[in-house]
């Protein structure tokens, strides 16, 4: 069982920046695949990031080149760096693990992007 808990969410205005944290649970964060999800009432979860153990990164289009995912294994933690924000990439933002092909979900974090 993985037990994730994210942070750092809030109100920004357009252009600004937040940092979001995910904290994990377990002895062998440094091989858990790790994804962050975004997901707006009425449409489907959004795959945003992902960062594998050997810390290979991808993006959604929409947000290369402003968001960045990253992890420190030491404490277990992944990150995800916004900036540029829009209103548009309002949204609760998720953490998620793989291990051992089970995924384990946190409970969200609420990104508000408005002026």
């Known amino acids: 069982q993985v037990q994730l808990v994210e942070s750092g969410g809030g109100l920004v205005q357009p252009g600004g920046s937040l940092k979001l944290s995910c904290a994990a649970s377990?002895?062998?964060?440094?091989?858990?695949?790790m994804r962050w999800y975004r997901q707006v009432p009425g449409k489907q979860r959004e795959l945003v990031a992902a960062?594998?153990?050997?810390?290979?990164?991808n993006y959604a289009d929409s947000v290369k080149g402003r968001f960045t995912i990253s992890r420190d294994n030491a404490k277990n933690t992944v990150y995800l760096q916004m900036n540029s924000l829009k209103p548009e990439d309002t949204a609760v933002y998720y953490c998620?693990?793989?291990?051992?092909?089970?995924?384990?979900w946190g409970q969200g974090t609420q990104v508000t992007v408005s002026s």
């Open positions: 998620n693990a793989i291990l051992s092909s089970l995924g384990y």
């Open positions: 377990g002895s062998r964060f440094s091989v858990y695949y």
């Open positions: 960062i594998t153990s050997s810390s290979s990164t």
